[in-house]
């Protein structure tokens, strides 16, 4: 069993995530410093807005700490591959850019051999010993991201722009081919007139 840590918020995210990792660390240290740069609390619903460029553990951080979820609207993903996230705080007008450059040393430096290890384990090839060290060290690397100075994990920058719109509700009608109740702002139109799910659309794309 994980220890817990000194800090119970964090444990209640790893709680939240299901177990303890650099990347929920990391996302947990970067929702906290972009709160605190725009000097905001969680907000009760929608006016805090994120934008995340990766689809890692990072961003259920993202959405435990500043309560940004995908069902509310204000957590936006765009499939960028980077640790970078963007919160635009709508009472204010203010955003803030968080980049973390910390994996590009990790990657380049002690993460070869730790995710030599990792991809042993996660493939079942690892020894009983093997698996016992991975799990050492990725709880000690997710204590020592807790622990490490903000500027040795990412930068902040101040960023223009208005936030993505509020969510929106639309009608829904049934696809063209499967029948199926598909939100109208998703459904295609083919040459002969039918409006299609995505699903459909690709099976046609594919023929």
């Given amino acids: 069993m994980t220890e817990r840590s000194a800090d119970p918020e964090f444990d209640a995210v790893v709680e939240f995530h299901g177990h303890r990792c650099l990347d929920i660390a ?4 970067v929702a906290k410093a972009a709160m605190r740069a725009l000097a905001c609390e969680r907000p009760r619903d929608e006016e805090l807005v994120a934008v995340v460029e990766t689809d890692a ?22 499939p960028y591959g980077k640790a970078a996230y963007t919160f635009f705080d709508r ?32 493939a079942g090839g690892a020894s009983v010993d093997e698996r016992e060290r991975f799990g050492r060290t990725m709880n000690d690397l997710s204590l020592r991201i807790l622990a ?37 702002t998703r459904l295609g139109k083919t040459p002969d007139g039918r409006r299609l799910c995505p699903p459909c659309q690709n099976r046609d794309s594919q023929r």
Avoid at 26 to 29: A, K, N, S, T, V
Avoid at 59 to 73: E, L, M, N, S
């Fill in 57 to 78: 553990c990072s961003v259920d951080a993202i959405q435990d700490v500043t309560g940004c979820t995908f069902g509310k609207g204000n957590l936006v993903y765009r």
């Fill in 148 to 184: 490490t100075p903000q500027d040795q994990l990412f930068r902040i920058s101040e960023v223009s722009g208005s936030p993505p719109p509020s969510a929106r509700i639309f009608s829904s009608e049934a696809c063209g081919r499967c029948g199926e109740w598909t939100m109208e």
């Fill in 26 to 29: 990391l996302g947990y240290r």
């Fill in 91 to 122: 009472r204010t007008g203010r955003a803030v850019r968080v980049y973390c450059h910390f994996w590009e040393t990790f990657d380049r430096g002690e993460g070869v051999a730790f995710t030599a290890l990792m991809n042993r384990v996660l």
